[in-house]
């Protein structure tokens, strides 16, 4: 199996978690991680399309997958979570899954760096 590198927003504090629990469970090192919001990135996706779902980038093929078909790469590649595999591709097929996954992505919070001070906090609808 092919690594791939999975581009997460780290100002969505839901991102950044699930980000952390799949780190953990990565043990054949086949997931990096990239922010979105790392300057220096060289992917040339425009940064709505970045910020709308996640992406994933197959690094043997440059082939990129989104939204719920970027978890069905992710979970490929942690032999825990393979037995969810099979559903989330059906779900993708039969479209369902991409509803379920827009609808969370549209519900997600986004706190920027540096936008917060000690009495407030700008929290975002993405």
Known sequence: MSKIIVLYDSWCPLCVSMKENIQRL????????QTIRDDSRIINIPIQKLEKEMH????????????IDAIASIIAR??????FY????????????????????STRKIVPIGNC?????????I
């Open 26 to 33: 990565n043990w054949l090192r086949l997931i990096e991680f």
């Open 56 to 67: 994933c980038i197959n690094i043997n093929n440059g082939k990129i997958t989104t939204g």
């Open 78 to 83: 942690i032999p825990l979570l393979t037995i």
């Open 86 to 105: 099979i559903p989330i591709k059906l779900s993708s097929y039969f479209g369902f899954g991409h509803y379920v996954y827009n609808y969370i992505a």
């Open 117 to 125: 001070s000690e009495e407030t906090c700008d929290i975002k609808n």
